[in-house]
């Protein structure tokens, strides 16, 4: 075994036999590299990615290869997931010098960590006008031995080109209403209008756009922005991107249809989907949208969550297809036949029409991904219709199952804490809420150190990793932390969320209002990295103003406030010309214009009918506690009482506070009614 035996990280973990000598992320092995004169192999990977099990297989397993990489160069491997600041940095290297990335991703760096050449997967042999990766590892070698000249010419080019990209934007102010027009029109302009979705193939869930477009909906009133989100969501709950028998949503759809998905099934995407899908039956009482997001709530709950209330990072894409090898998406793809074997032949061949299985198969191998493609053919009866999805499921449940990456990562844990946390409230799913709290009782127990204001990155079985927590896992876990405070009336959450805003304040803003990704004491890259774009995820940067945004209609801090108006400045800049990558950022914007609204439930307990009302409401900025009367532990309830001896709701809008009312349709009315 190499030097990964003792790691963490799962990723990490799966080459640790590999005859590659890998080391770790460590200072040691750039010494090492210093020592012997020899350039650094960075490949950056996760554990849930296809094509990095494919290049492992090929390359890192292959003896031959494995000779040429120990002989000439030091092999340092890292967990993308668990070191986002390292890839985030070279991952911009790599973009800037071939114009495209992904994983796995491939680097050789001198020993002072400098890049000089880039690529992604390099396969065996040359094929498709790329070359084998034996023949990129003999050129670096021989460039490194008799061009040395050349390559310290490159790496400080490369160097100086990135150091200079720290970004400064001319928009002080946040988004108006001008602004997010003009994102909505940017959006229409991209929308699919026949198959759902933003651009072309692959497809991706566009979780922050559709959070953006449904806010706008619930601000303005407009027709076209709701339209885009129920067109999305009915098309990728109907395709095969989601999982119609568990529940729960691939990473992307290969196609432009969503019909094919990559397999891989990432917290971070089934979190912020199922906040979408609750939040659309909020606005719309949709029932196709309680479903879905019910059935990915019982997914995450049921194949992620780990034994220390946590949840995993991801299943793989790949699982073994019962004749002992690994193939993408062989644990969910069906043929005519296996249907009818495990349903016999009549609910066999109905459930082939309805689920679009077909003899040549939609997929590979004369096999076909489960869909509802037709929307114009009403289901069969719902009873029969669950129980052949039901006989599917258990039967499917005997197959070699994906394996599954069981790091729990902060922040999108924090994630799945804040959409637990409130579908649980709105469907009287408690225990949801439940999983909810558990989650974010790891991240305060095991994940928390210095008092409550430092985060690690990541644990596994409850132990914490080495990776310092960034800007990411900062504004995700208070946006969780927030959340429950919202639906439970734990004063905890609050004061936990506040510690870690305090920090990003502290530790990760400038002067200017920007924001950076790591803190100011964190190891110290060729670059401090810095992006606000939102794309798997909400950036640091987006999440981190509206983590300050809530917090501070909670609090009254004038100062949150006033970083999270100061960090949308970049939202104003960009929102006409990149909306589709600026959709939490949009959403944060849209929470702003909103007021936000302050709503004080005094008198009631958490999940009475006053506060579910107030949970209800879609006025986009909306921010609820509950609570005793004049509770001093949160600010929104002091000073505020029964009225006529009665639970009673204050509502405060743009520093005005209406009359507090005391039924539930004036609750709906104050905080916006949905469906």
Not at 139 to 168: H, K, M, P, S, Y
Not at 262 to 276: G, I, P, Q, S, T
Request: hydrophobic share 40%.
């Amino acid at each position: 075994m190499n030097r990964l035996a003792g790691v963490t990280s799962p990723y990490l973990l799966q080459h640790a036999d590999n005859p590659v000598d890998w080391w770790p992320w460590t200072p040691e092995a750039f010494e090492e590299a210093r020592r012997r004169d020899v350039p650094v192999l960075l490949s950056v990977g996760y554990a849930a990615c296809h094509w990095c099990h494919v290049m492992a297989h090929e390359s890192f397993e292959d003896e031959g290869t494995a000779e040429v990489l120990n002989a000439s160069f030091v092999a340092v491997k890292v967990d993308r997931e668990e070191r986002p600041d390292v890839d985030a940095v070279y991952m911009e290297a790599v973009q800037a010098a071939t114009g495209q990335g992904g994983w796995p991703m491939t680097v050789f760096l001198t020993p002072d960590a400098r890049p000089f050449y880039f690529g992604t997967y390099f396969p065996p042999e040359p094929r498709h006008g790329m070359p084998s990766f034996r023949q990129v590892l003999e050129g670096v070698r021989q460039a490194w031995q008799e061009r040395r000249g050349e390559v310290d010419d490159v790496a400080a080019r490369i160097t100086r080109e990135l150091a200079g990209r720290t970004l400064r934007h001319d928009a002080p102010q946040p988004p108006g209403a001008e602004e997010m027009g003009a994102a909505l029109l940017g959006l229409t302009r991209e929308f699919d209008a026949v198959r759902g979705g933003f651009g072309g193939a692959p497809k991706f869930p566009p979780s922050m756009v559709l959070e953006f477009l449904l806010r706008h909906h619930a601000r303005t009133g407009s027709e076209g922005a709701l339209q885009m989100v129920q067109a999305t969501c009915e098309a990728m709950a109907r395709g095969g991107i989601y999982d119609q028998l568990g529940g729960g949503f691939a990473r992307y759809a290969v196609d432009a249809e969503w019909k094919v998905p990559h397999f891989e099934k990432m917290l971070y995407d089934n979190a912020l989907l199922l906040r979408v899908y609750a939040h659309l039956w909020r606005s719309t009482g949709q029932e196709q949208a309680r479903r879905t997001a019910l059935e990915t709530a019982d997914f995450l709950v049921r194949e992620l969550r780990t034994p220390q209330g946590g949840f995993a990072s991801a299943l793989d894409a790949d699982s073994d297809d019962g004749s002992g090898h690994r193939a993408e998406g062989a644990y969910y793809v069906w043929t005519p036949a296996q249907l009818a074997e495990v349903l016999g032949a009549e609910d066999g061949a109905l459930a082939a029409e309805v689920f679009g299985v077909t003899e040549d198969g939609t997929f590979e191998h004369g096999t076909s991904v489960l869909q509802l493609p037709d929307r114009d053919r009403p289901l069969l009866d719902a009873g029969r219709f669950e129980a052949i999805r039901d006989r599917l499921f258990e039967a499917r449940a005997g197959r070699p199952r994906p394996e599954r990456d069981d790091k729990v990562v902060t922040a999108w844990n924090g994630l799945a804490v804040a959409a637990l946390a409130e579908t649980g409230a709105y469907f009287e799913r408690p225990d949801l809420v439940d999983a909810a709290r558990a989650a974010a009782r790891l991240l305060a127990e095991v994940h928390t150190f210095d008092d409550g204001r430092r985060l690690v990155r990541t644990s596994r079985d409850g132990t914490a990793g080495t990776s310092a927590g960034v800007l990411e896992d900062y504004a995700d876990a208070a946006e969780g932390y927030l959340a429950l405070f919202s639906v439970t009336g734990e004063a905890d959450w609050l004061e936990r969320a506040g510690r870690l805003l305090e920090t990003v304040l502290e530790r990760f803003a400038a002067d200017d209002g920007t924001l950076y990704d790591t803190a100011d004491d964190a190891e110290q890259l060729i670059r401090r990295p810095q992006d606000p774009t939102d794309n798997a995820v909400p950036s640091g940067w987006t999440a981190a103003a509206g983590a300050l945004l809530t917090y501070a209609a909670c609090t009254g801090e004038h100062r949150h406030r006033e970083a999270a108006e100061r960090a949308l400045g970049i939202v104003r800049a960009l929102a006409g010309r990149a909306p589709r990558f600026l959709g939490w950022g949009l959403a944060v914007g849209e929470a702003l214009l909103d007021g936000p609204r302050e709503v004080a439930v005094v008198g009631e307990r958490a999940g009475g009918p006053l506060h579910r009302a107030a949970l209800l409401g879609v006025a986009p900025g909306a921010v609820v506690a509950v609570g005793e009367p004049d509770d001093r532990r949160v600010p929104l309830l002091r000073d505020r009482g029964l009225v006529d001896g009665r639970a009673a709701v204050y509502v405060c809008r743009g520093f005005v506070c209406a009359a507090p009312v005391g039924d539930v349709e004036g609750v709906a009315s104050a905080v916006g009614a949905g469906h």
